[in-house]
């Protein structure tokens, strides 16, 4: 018998006695523990268990029923198991990429996993201003080997129909409708969390464009109904640690079989808010021009990285036979571009106006260079959406970001 054997919330002392039941032999028998709550996410509780006599720790994190950023979204504890398992799916394609785990606990609803030492939290980090040359390339590589390795390009397909069964996830994926797809055009639930001085352009910019929401609305049954990856879904840059030689992606909650354009759209997008809040809070001109320049050719080179190592392990691994015809993969990354231009769109007007705003927006403390980024954004974004075939490459991004930022 153990107090681990019902679930409950666990508290940080209750950390430290469970991780010496479940992983006995992970800390030495003189390790003397403690242990810290360190999640900043909207969902989850994740503690780092530390030894700082022999200078190691673990993490652990658990699913509460109730959703932190609000107690009244309540959904299934289950995706620790989803996460668990889609992080060794991905450790296995890109080695080194994702955190080890060491054990998944579907009584506590907790799983136990590396701690990502000597990196940072990506959106703090960049918040910061700091630069990560290195990124774009891990970032595209992580994106080509996830996402082509786990289509019916390469994967047997009975085997990827049984993945798409066993990581279906109708609540987490229903957040994503409606937080995503939704409720950002029409808030409905009157979930939107709208930043004052712009309600005014976001009535007239989202919630009465209807030629918007038409598009919004062809995306999200793509979305729905189009199996097409194991996506990551939810790669934002709150969902890696990184230092100047090395990025960990993890947090992998959401995943589940969907258009991969909606990884790429999302890590781009989110790269657009570093720039947003580097262009209005960097003082020193210098400064803002290094740093706003690597976020923009992050973003192009993140994109076509992607298209050059999709092309290559395109070649390598394709199984499918009739994915060998001729022109079948310039049609089908055209279809993924498309769709990363559409998301990227999504996803800058969501944590803009809606109910998970991010951190690089809250922070820009002028009132009026909050207005302007967010209206660079929403702007930028709608161009994306509602001409995402004509987004065919990198530059097109950067010459879309640029006609924003010059219009304000
Ligand atoms: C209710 S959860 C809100 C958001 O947090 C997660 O990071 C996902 O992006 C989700 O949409
Ligand atoms: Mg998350």
């Known amino acids: 018998m153990s107090i681990y054997d019902n679930y409950f919330l666990m508290q940080e002392k209750d950390v430290v006695s469970y991780v ?30 530390i030894d700082d006599k022999n200078n190691k720790t673990i993490i652990v994190k658990q699913a509460a029923e109730e959703l932190r950023i609000s107690k009244e979204m309540k959904i299934s504890t289950d995706r620790g198991r989803i996460e668990y398992e889609i992080l060794k799916i991905q450790g296995d394609i890109c080695p080194n990429m994702v955190p080890k ?13 590396e701690d990502m030492i000597g990196h940072k939290m990506m959106r703090t980090a960049l918040c910061e201003h700091e630069i990560f040359p290195k990124f774009a390339d891990q970032c595209s590589t992580f994106l080509a080997r996830t996402l082509l ?27 994503t409708e409606d937080l995503v797809y939704s409720e950002p055009y029409l ?71 969907a258009p991969m354009g909606y990884d790429i759209g999302n890590i781009m997008a989110n790269m657009f808010f570093a720039w947003a809040n580097g262009d209005a809070t960097i003082q020193d001109k210098e400064h803002k021009e290094k740093f706003c320049n690597w976020c923009i050719d992050t ?23 009739m994915a060998k015809s001729k022109g079948f993969l310039d049609w089908y990354l055209q279809n993924v571009i498309a769709d990363t231009a559409g998301v990227v769109g999504l996803e800058l007007i969501r944590r803009t106006v809606g109910m998970a705003n991010v951190k690089d927006l809250k922070l820009i403390e002028d009132e009026k260079a909050r207005v302007r980024a967010e209206r660079i954004i929403i702007t930028y974004g709608k161009n994306c959406i509602l001409n995402r075939k004509e987004f065919k490459n990198g530059f097109d991004f950067v010459v879309a970001m640029k006609k924003a930022i010059a219009k304000f």
């Open 20 to 49: 010496k039941e479940k992983l006995p032999d992970f800390f030495s028998k003189d390790a003397s523990l403690t242990c810290k709550e360190i999640g900043d996410g909207n969902l989850n509780y994740v503690f780092r268990v």
């Open 101 to 113: 785990v060491y054990l998944y606990d579907k009584t506590m609803c907790a799983f136990i996993m």
């Open 149 to 175: 390795l786990t289509t019916d390009i390469v994967d047997e397909h009975k085997h990827k129909k049984e993945q798409v069964r066993r990581y279906i996830n109708p609540q987490i994926c229903e957040i």
């Open 187 to 257: 808030n409905y639930n009157n979930r939107n969390n709208v930043f004052e001085p712009n309600l005014e352009f976001v009535q007239k910019e989202l919630y009465a464009d209807e030629a918007l929401r038409l598009e919004v609305a062809k995306l999200k049954f793509d979305f729905m109904n189009n199996a097409q990856s194991l996506i990551h879904g939810d790669l934002h840059t709150g969902s890696i640690f990184i230092n100047k030689e090395h990025s960990f992606f993890f947090d992998c909650e959401f995943a589940c079989y």
């Open 299 to 321: 973003i192009e080179q993140i994109l076509d990285g992607f298209i050059v190592k999709f092309k290559d392990l395109y070649q390598t691994s394709v199984t499918d036979h």
